[in-house]
């Protein structure tokens, strides 16, 4: 199971922020969250991860919530290159290093 | 780097016949991990690899699919004899399995088979 919900899809405009919310309400105390996403037709990439404080990078910004049952991938400045399926994944500690995807959140943006 | 590198991109054959699908990992990566993508299941992982060797296949839907890796950058998913229901996305990926960047899964740009 893949252990997240996200919604099925979102619209942003160009250079506008963009709040893509995941639930991950069953996520234990040392598993990690993680953010991968497709752009069409390639392989998904990684985003951003985090275990709990709010993480930056060059990408996005990940905000945890206190109880870490919920999370908010952040895009400050959409552009069209953003359009992609974004997947919010919960890996658990055990690192095996498995990935297990779910639907995830397929995110349009309007110039 | 050129990153994960998979081959071919793109195959179509007869069902019934052999597929062999290859990925070449980043140098260094020692876990290695074949996925699935279709309309229907979205995204699967098959098979893993840590150090060469297989760690969980769980995923491989059949005895008609295997995976080999016979060094650290090879790896080859053969699927026979292969049937329509096969037709997919494979893609492949790796990561280095220890150190800061040991969460973070590099992929292919992924091999589009059609069995007709």
């Known amino acids: 199971d893949a252990k997240t919900t996200q919604p099925n899809s979102m619209e942003s405009n160009e250079e506008e922020p963009v709040h893509l919310p995941c639930n991950h309400s069953?996520?234990?105390?040392?598993?990690?969250i993680h953010w991968y996403r497709q752009l069409p037709s390639q392989g998904p990439e990684y985003v951003i991860h985090g275990l709990t404080s709010n993480v930056n990078n060059r990408m996005a910004s990940l905000a945890i919530a206190e109880d870490r049952k919920s999370s908010t991938l952040i895009l400050h400045r959409a552009t069209l290159r953003d359009a992609a399926v974004y997947y919010c994944?919960?890996?658990?500690?055990?690192?095996?290093?498995?990935?297990?995807f779910g639907q995830g959140t397929t995110l349009q943006v309007k110039p | 780097d050129a990153g994960v590198i998979q081959s071919p991109r793109h195959e179509v054959t007869e069902m019934g016949q052999e597929v062999t699908l290859r990925c070449k990992p980043i140098s260094g990566h020692n876990s290695l991990f074949w996925y699935r993508q279709t309309m229907m299941r979205g995204l699967e992982l098959l098979i893993y690899f840590n150090n060469n060797v297989p760690i969980d296949d769980s995923g491989m839907p059949e005895d008609r699919f295997s995976a080999k890796m016979p060094n650290a950058s090879f790896s080859t998913l053969k699927i026979q004899p292969s049937e329509p229901r096969d037709s997919a996305v494979y893609f492949c990926a790796s990561r280095r399995n220890r150190g800061l960047a040991k969460n973070i899964q590099y992929f292919g740009a992924g091999t589009r088979l059609s069995v007709l």
């Open positions: 069953t996520i234990s105390g040392t598993d990690y």
């Open positions: 994944i919960h890996m658990e500690s055990s690192n095996t290093g498995k990935l297990i």
